[in-house]
């Protein structure tokens, strides 16, 4: 089958089995962009009111107490509910609505990984440290992979999410796999393919991130949250990052300690399906809100000559969620621009601070109003490969033709 499959793959010259792009919501935009219609990060920063940049300490703290609130309420109907074969699919709406609102507490810690909570460090990472251990993430771990993340957006060696894979021929060696991605997709069909993909990703796509560095840049090789040494690389945790991760594994430590507690006490159902399952759920939440806000047919991945850091943050892209998930998640995925032009900007300021952006720098902000549901699928079956552009440095996403 193997054999024949490649025969199937290798039939076709690359004219015909690889077309430029699938356009999406934004309708090439992202790929009429060159570097020097990029402004400095003065330049917008210039035209954001100041008080965009503060951090009110009691404000940040309302956000949190209305999001632990809602969170308290959620789960207390949780534990109302027969622990019952009957009551499955109960159980999974609640793990949906759970996981939901929880995902605000995510978004809350990220704040603080980021100095835009509060003026008071001390406060901040304590806050920070104690909401992403409750959902199993390593604080100070994430804090810096994270850094990188924003650091290097769209960077197609040094970026730390959802790196693409890359079709050869294009001088990188460390990221090959294009290939066999693209053989993937033809074997199983688009419809198929698009589901593996979703299950990877939303599912599977967090853990094994954590774990084994997954969809990071080549650059960082195999590296893991938990542990900052061989056999794992240490080249995402230098000097003093070491140390920083084995305190987030206290962290970890203990929040796995109180859940096995939990289970001794109440039942391992009880446990699983309270907390387990809208941790699940917040995961893909995550996956979506990095994967979504990066990803598209439309949007490239840079080289070296090409990139730069506002390149980079202008090829984030922000998208509708509703009123709804906007308030439940503090507008990330809404404002997701400005977040990665300046991350110290509170949620409660990016609002203000997005419409500057659609008014002031039109031709490079990107929104794609394409439904998330549409765009998930989208991406799942469109977004296989990418290969170097003869022109420029700059990487764009190949898809098989139809066979």
Request: charged letters at 15%; a positive charge; hydrophobic letters at 40%.
């Amino acid at each position: 089958m193997k054999k024949s499959l490649h025969s199937k793959f290798e039939q076709f010259n690359e004219d015909n089995i690889f077309s430029s792009y699938l356009p999406s919501g934004l309708k090439g935009k992202a790929l009429n962009i060159c570097l020097d219609d990029i402004p400095s990060r003065r330049e917008v920063r210039d035209q954001i009111p100041k008080h965009c940049f503060t951090r009110q300490t009691g404000t940040s703290f309302f956000y949190l107490f209305r999001t632990v609130l809602i969170q308290f309420f959620v789960v207390l109907i949780g534990l109302s509910i027969p622990l019952t074969k009957e009551m499955v699919p109960i159980w999974f709406i609640y793990a949906l609505i759970s996981g939901t609102t929880a995902m605000g507490l995510w978004v809350l810690a990220h704040e603080c990984g980021h100095g835009a909570f509060s003026d008071n460090r001390k406060l901040e990472t304590i806050v920070g440290y104690c909401l992403h251990s409750f959902l199993l993430v390593p604080y100070f771990s994430w804090q810096r992979s994270h850094a990188v993340h924003h650091a290097f957006t769209n960077h197609i060696t040094d970026g730390e999410t959802h790196v693409p894979v890359v079709i050869s021929g294009d001088g990188i060696s460390e990221k090959k796999g294009g290939e066999t991605e693209m053989e993937s997709s033809l074997f199983f069909g688009k419809t198929i393919y698009g589901f593996i993909q979703l299950i990877l990703h939303l599912i599977l796509g967090w853990p094994a991130y954590l774990l084994a560095g997954k969809t990071g840049g080549p650059r960082y090789g195999t590296s893991n949250h938990f542990w900052p040494r061989a056999p794992f690389s240490n080249k995402l945790w230098p000097s003093i990052w070491a140390k920083k991760v084995w305190i987030s594994d206290w962290g970890i430590v203990f929040m796995l300690i109180m859940l096995t507690l939990w289970a001794i006490k109440f039942g391992i159902y009880s446990m699983i399906c309270v907390y387990f399952f809208p941790l699940i759920v917040v995961n893909i939440w995550l996956v979506i809100y990095t994967w979504l806000h990066h990803t598209d047919t439309d949007v490239p991945h840079l080289g070296a000559s090409q990139f730069s850091y506002m390149r980079g943050a202008f090829l984030s892209i922000d998208r509708p969620y509703g009123k709804i998930l906007d308030f439940l998640h503090h507008s990330i995925g809404s404002t997701h621009a400005i977040h990665h032009i300046e991350p110290t900007v509170p949620h409660y300021h990016a609002r203000v601070a997005t419409k500057i952006l659609q008014n002031k720098f039109p031709k490079v902000y990107l929104y794609n109003p394409t439904p998330i549901y549409k765009s998930l699928w989208h991406v799942a079956t469109n977004c296989v490969a990418v290969k170097k552009d003869l022109k420029i440095d700059r990487y764009i996403w190949k898809q098989p033709s139809k066979i």
